[in-house]
């Protein structure tokens, strides 16, 4: 008896199913895999010490190429301090940043940072322990060779009594692969 609903052989059944499971397969790895190829990745890894104090940050980030002007990412901080007999830092946040190269050469951006600090005060020093939120929003330039790029940004809503750094100018140095 034929069945009117499905009336294919069943070999011919077989072979559609398997080639639509491979269509979709392909169709699945190449979304990806040219979502992924957009993808660069990068970060920050920083170690400071001297007498008697010590920082240690890391801070990866990403981000996507939508083409060779423009990408958009995210990134994460995290950021230990401490100062014998004085206070302990512990610095937490992320970021999102948006990339232009103008030119080649030449790469603006702008990045929005959020970071919570939560700073301990030794005793004898008798400050109050602090937690807060510092925004910073980042206007930059910089000189783009290859996947490396150094310049400077400025920190539009600096606020010295919130910001963990002492002047609104900071110097850059980014590299993605």
Do not use: C
């Not at 007498?51 to 940050?57: A, E, I, R, V």
């Not at 995290?78 to 830092?89: D, I, Q």
Request: charged share 15%; proline share 3%.
């Amino acid at each position: 008896m034929m069945n009117l609903f499905f009336p294919i052989n069943k070999k011919i059944a077989f072979f559609l199913v398997i080639l639509s499971i491979s269509f979709q397969n392909t169709i699945a790895q190449e979304v990806k895999s040219g979502f992924w190829n957009q993808v660069r990745y990068g970060g920050n890894i920083g170690l400071s010490f001297g007498d008697g104090f010590f920082s240690g940050t890391i801070a990866p980030s990403a981000i996507f190429e939508f083409d060779r002007n423009f990408a958009l990412g995210l990134g994460l901080n995290a950021t230990f301090n401490n100062r014998k007999n004085t206070y302990k830092s512990t610095i937490l946040g992320a970021s999102f940043i948006g990339l232009y190269n103008v030119i080649r050469d030449l790469q603006l951006s702008a990045e929005f940072e959020q970071l919570n600090v939560n700073r301990k005060y030794d005793t004898s020093i008798n400050l109050p322990n602090e937690n807060f939120w510092a925004p910073a929003l980042y206007l930059g330039a910089g000189y783009r060779s290859g996947n490396v790029t150094f310049g400077i940004r400025y920190d539009v809503i600096y606020d010295k009594s919130r910001s963990v750094y002492s002047d609104p100018w900071s110097p850059f140095f980014r590299v993605y692969f």
